[in-house]
C-alpha cells in the first residue's frame, strides 16, 4: 500500500517509574496493515510499551512518528507532545483493554455513539447508523439497546472493540483482551481480531495465545526485561527462537496451556 | 385542644403552608449551593495542586469540625463586621449550603473512589479530556451511587432550616414561636411544626426512592 514511510515509527522510547525503569529504548517500525503481535513474561514491559504508544503512559524518552504526528518526549523538546496533540492523537488510534471497561450507565449503542458524536461532532443519525452497522457486523446488533451488565464477558468485549472501532482509527491496540475471559468465551472475541487483521487493520497486540498470534500476525515481538529481545515473522520466532530466555518464555507458556487443557478435560 | 381543629386550621393553615413553602425553597436553593461547593471540594481534593488539596481539606475540617449555628451566626452576624450585609434568606442559603457543601464534598469524594480507574481509562484512551471524561462518563456514575447518601444530606439540610429562625427568617420553627407568644399553645404548634416537617421528609425521600428504583432499572 504505502511505500517508503511507515505508519507507526518509534525510536529509542524509554520510561521508567521512579527508579525502575521498564522500557530501556524500544524502537519499531510498523507498516500499513501490518498486525504485529507482542509476546514475553508478565513484568516485562508490554502493557507499558503499548500504552507509550497511545502516550497513555509518558515516556521519558525517545521520538515518535504517526502520521501528522512528530513527538520528541524528551523534557523540554520542542515537539513535546501538548494535551489537545495527546487528545487527536488518541482519536486515531483504539484501544481495547483486558477489562473491557464498558460505561455501564449507557446502553451498547450509547457506549458506541459517544465517542464520534462527542469528538467528531458526527451528526447523531449517522453516528447511530454507523454504530448499528458496527454492532450488526460483530453479531450484537439485537443487544444495542442493552446495558452492559446484560452481557457476557466476550460480547462486552465485542463492543468494546466496536467503540474503538466508531471512531475509525488508523492503529488498534490490543493488550491481553482475551484474558478476562471464560475459555470459552475467548474464541468469539479472537475471531472478531483476526477478521479485522483481514480487513487490513493494522494493529498490535499484547497476547498470550501463541496460536493466534502464530496464524494471525505477519511479525512477533519478544520483549524481556524491558527490552525488544527478539522479533521477526511467527514461524522464526515461535518456532525457531533464538535466544535462551525466548525459548524458555515459551517452552513455559505452552506447558501453561497444555495443562490448562488437560485440567478442563478432568 | 382549644376550640376546633377545624377552626384552627382554617385560622394558621395559611400562615404554615407560607412558612412550610419557604421551608422548601430554603431546602432547594441550599442544595444547589452544597452539590457546588461539595462537588468542587471532591475535585479539588484530587487536584495536583497542593494549595487547591489544602484549601479543600481545611474547608472540610472547619465545617465539620464547628456547629452549624456558630457557621449560621458568622455568616450572618459577622460578616456586616467586614462589610458585608446579607439578608437573612440570603445568609441562611450561604451559611447552610457551606455546611452541607462539607459533608457533600465526603460523599462524592467516597463516589468518585468507587469508580473503577478502567472507567476513565477507556474514555482518555479515546481522545476524551479529562473534563469531558468527569462530566459524561465518571459523575454520571458518581451520582447514581451517591443518590441515597445525597438524600440523607438533602433531609438533614431540610430539618436544619429551623436553625434559621435564630436568624429572623420566618420559617416553620419562627412562625410558631410567634404564634405561641399570642396563644400560649406551645405543644399544638411544635406538634404542628413537626408534622408539617414530617409531610416534607416523606415526600423527599419518596421522591429520591423513586429516582433510585429508576436507575436500577436502566442497568
Ligand atoms: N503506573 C505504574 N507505576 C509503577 N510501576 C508500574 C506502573 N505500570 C507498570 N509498572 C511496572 O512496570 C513493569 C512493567 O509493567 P507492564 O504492565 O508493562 O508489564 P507487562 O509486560 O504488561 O506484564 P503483564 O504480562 O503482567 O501484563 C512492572 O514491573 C510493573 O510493576
Ligand atoms: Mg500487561
Known amino acids: 500500500m504505502t511505500d517508503g514511510a511507515p505508519l507507526l515509527r518509534l525510536r529509542e522510547i524509554r520510561k521508567s517509574f521512579g527508579t525502575f525503569e521498564v522500557l530501556k529504548g524500544v524502537s519499531l517500525d510498523v507498516a500499513q496493515g501490518e498486525v504485529v503481535s507482542i509476546i514475553g513474561a508478565s513484568g516485562s514491559g ?6 507509550s504508544i497511545n502516550v497513555m503512559e509518558m515516556p521519558q524518552a525517545g521520538k515518535m512518528d504517526f502520521g501528522d504526528f512528530h513527538f520528541d518526549f524528551r523534557k523540554g523538546a520542542a515537539s513535546h507532545p501538548t494535551k489537545v496533540q495527546l487528545q487527536k492523537l488518541r482519536a486515531e488510534i483504539g484501544m481495547v483493554f483486558q477489562s473491557y471497561n464498558l460505561w455501564p450507565h449507557m446502553t451498547v449503542l450509547q457506549n458506541v455513539i459517544h465517542a464520534p458524536m462527542t469528538l467528531r461532532r458526527t451528526p447523531r443519525a449517522q453516528a447511530v447508523e454507523e454504530a448499528e452497522a458496527l454492532l450488526a457486523r460483530i453479531g450484537l446488533y439485537e443487544k444495542r439497546d442493552s446495558y452492559p451488565a446484560r452481557l457476557s464477558g466476550g460480547q462486552q468485549q465485542r463492543v468494546a472493540i466496536a467503540r474503538a472501532l466508531a471512531m475509525k482509527p488508523r492503529l488498534m491496540l490490543f493488550d491481553e ?35 493466534f498470534a502464530r496464524d494471525v500476525s505477519s511479525r512477533v515481538l519478544f520483549f524481556d526485561q524491558g527490552v525488544m529481545a527478539e522479533q521477526g515473522p511467527p514461524d522464526r520466532v515461535l518456532r525457531n527462537p533464538e535466544s535462551p530466555r525466548l525459548r524458555q518464555f515459551l517452552h513455559r507458556i505452552l506447558h501453561d496451556e497444555m495443562t490448562r487443557t488437560t485440567e478442563d478435560q478432568a | 385542644m382549644n376550640g376546633s381543629l377545624l377552626q384552627d386550621i382554617a385560622a394558621y393553615g395559611p400562615g404554615f403552608l407560607k412558612a412550610a413553602w419557604l421551608v422548601l425553597w430554603l431546602t432547594l436553593l441550599t442544595i444547589l449551593v452544597s452539590w457546588a461547593c461539595g462537588l468542587l471540594a471532591a475535585l479539588a481534593q484530587r487536584s495536583d495542586l497542593r494549595l487547591v488539596r489544602g484549601a479543600a481539606a481545611f474547608y472540610i475540617w472547619f465545617i465539620r469540625g464547628t456547629p452549624a449555628l456558630i457557621q449560621i451566626f458568622i455568616i450572618y452576624f459577622g460578616l456586616p463586621q467586614l462589610g458585608l450585609r446579607l439578608s437573612p434568606f440570603t445568609a441562611g442559603v450561604i451559611a447552610l449550603g457551606i455546611n452541607s457543601g462539607a459533608y457533600v464534598a465526603e460523599i462524592v469524594r467516597s463516589g468518585l473512589s468507587a469508580i473503577h480507574r478502567g472507567q476513565t481509562e477507556s474514555a482518555l484512551a479515546l481522545g476524551f479530556s479529562q473534563s469531558q471524561t468527569m462530566r459524561t462518563i465518571v459523575l454520571p456514575q458518581v451520582f447514581r451511587i451517591i443518590l441515597p447518601s445525597i438524600t440523607n444530606e438533602a433531609i438533614s439540610t431540610l430539618k436544619n432550616t429551623s436553625l434559621l429562625s435564630t436568624i429572623t427568617v420566618v420559617e416553620l420553627t419562627l412562625y410558631a414561636q410567634t404564634l405561641i407568644s399570642a396563644t400560649f399553645r406551645p405543644f399544638d404548634f411544635y406538634i404542628a411544626v413537626a408534622v408539617i416537617y414530617l409531610v416534607l421528609t416523606t415526600v423527599l425521600t419518596q421522591i429520591a426512592n423513586w429516582g433510585e428504583r429508576r436507575y436500577a432499572r436502566l442497568s
Not at chain 1, 508490554?46 to 500504552?51: A, E, G, P, Q, V
Not at chain 1, 475471559?181 to 501463541?210: F, N, Q, Y
Open chain 1, 46 to 51: 508490554k502493557s507499558t510499551f503499548l500504552r
Open chain 1, 177 to 211: 483482551v482475551t484474558s478476562a475471559l471464560d475459555p470459552e468465551l475467548v474464541h468469539e472475541v479472537l475471531v472478531l481480531m483476526a477478521s479485522l487483521a483481514a480487513d487490513g487493520m493494522t494493529m498490535l497486540l499484547v497476547t498470550h495465545e501463541i496460536a
